[in-house]
């Protein structure tokens, strides 16, 4: 099949649309047999390998239904014995890829996922499926071109977005800033500096990475730029006029210079969770709101927005979509033996929140492997555009809720705690949340370093309540019905996120494994981010000083 690109310079456009974005005019009834095509497909290749046969315990199923009933839901740690060593012979296909992600604290401190040929082919062609959706307004709108410039903050191969990236610019290439070899050589802070000092005199057009990296991003330039000091260092006129243009509109609108002062972005991509927590940041910053994307390293594409930035549409070619229902959860939390039922995607209900589960196709590795990601089916069709395809949302990890059960009951997620915190207008670095006991009672005890200071922890604690009332009905609920309040704040001290990184970066620890969680952050994180831990060291290293005199 033509690429994009090749179709392109036929001037096929409507080509292009179909090829990457057809998935939409998809009905339900035509998403589900191309689940099931894919999967016979995908089980012929699983029989035929080591892995499959040891997942499948030997079994040989022929259906979509008889695979769903013998074979059992997995975690990475089925995996284990052969990805992380990267046992390219079990596999059902052999990889051109291996990609890497995170992993799991004392077990292993990275995942391996591989990737085939077929699936990269097929991920290559979502890439440019949402990326058209972030620059269009309407159906069969192609608004992009050959000579589009993306600027390059993503992380290099071997992580997951650095190699698709390289795919994508396969399929359509894109101009990436600096320019896709060189930036995959590059530290991150080189990398970002370089692209800005290119994109000043080039331009840039598209903006693809994780939300907070765009924020952050976003933050350092305009810091940067409204240094006055910074225009006497530049001698090329075009980017002098593109910082001085900036700068008039900034001053126009009485504000300090921002991102979307200096380029009138097509579109911009994002994934991570936190996506909705930071849109109306980034569209501050940047001029336009972000198009959500939902994907893994294990499960690849699962779900991007439309053109209307509206609920995402689940894509039907890379896995066999399984949904876990909350009560069946449940269930498995009573009884850790239970093996959850699931469901199909013609066969959920709107508004209803679902564990996701993934069975890869072309090859790929996983079988009914729980994400551990929590989506809510937002509506079961997108009638404003007539897509025919249930539309969803990234509701939580699957772990990363604080629960409040007893006399009241309600479930507080890290996307609701931080939209909470970011609606409240306080400054913060970062920041850590867990229940915790007082007076007898539970409480939402939020660690907090605050950027600019001027609001106690009581006001913020207040402020934070009044955002979870209008944000979650059952927090509301605690107030209206029983008058609680249950919210403490506490300060950690300046720099307390960077010094934790750093110590973790100091004992050893893998990337993925240095931040601290947002949810339910254990005793010992806690106690290095309030400095309880380097105050120990510092006295153990005093006591050893002065025995020593």
Known sequence: MSTASELWKQGKTQEIWQKCCGFIDLNLEEFMAIQQRLLLEQLELLKRCELGRKVMRGAKPNSVEEFRAVVPLTTYADYAPYLPEKREDVLPEPPIYWQRTSGKSGEYYHKWIPLTQSMAEEISSFILAF??????????????NTDERLLYIMAPPPYVTGTWVKWGAQEFPFKCTPPLGEAEEMPFEERVKQGFQVAMGEGMSLLMGVSGVMVAVGERLSKESNNAKILSTISKPRTLLRIGKGLLKAKLARRPL??????????IVAGGTDTSIYKEKIKEMWGRYPLDVYASAESALIAMETWDYEGMTFAPHLNLLEFIPEDER???????????????LDEVKAGEIYEIVVTNFHGGAFMRYRLGDLIKITSLRNDKLNIDIPQMTFYSRAHEVINFEGFYHTSLTEKVIWQAIENS??????????KEPKEGKPVLHLYIEPK?????????????????????NGYADLESFFGLKPIV??????????????????????????EPPHINPPDSVIESLMGVEVRAVAREREKVAAGSK
């Open 489 to 514: 704040v506490t300060f950690l001290p300046q720099g307390a996120f960077r010094g934790y990184v750093l110590r973790m970066q100091e004992a050893g620890s893998y990337l993925g494994l240095l």
């Open 425 to 434: 207008g306080t400054g913060y670095t970062d920041w850590a949340a867990r």
């Open 131 to 144: 990326t058209v959706f972030a620059t269009c307004k309407e159906k069969g709108d192609l608004a992009i």
């Open 452 to 472: 600019n200071g001027g609001r106690s922890p009581q006001e913020i604690a207040l402020s934070v309540h009044e955002e979870l009332k209008r944000l979650d």
């Open 258 to 267: 921002l991102p979307k002062d200096l380029w009138q972005l097509k579109g």
């Open 330 to 344: 449940l269930k498995e939390k009573d009884d850790p033996a239970y093996q959850p039922r699931t469901l199909l």
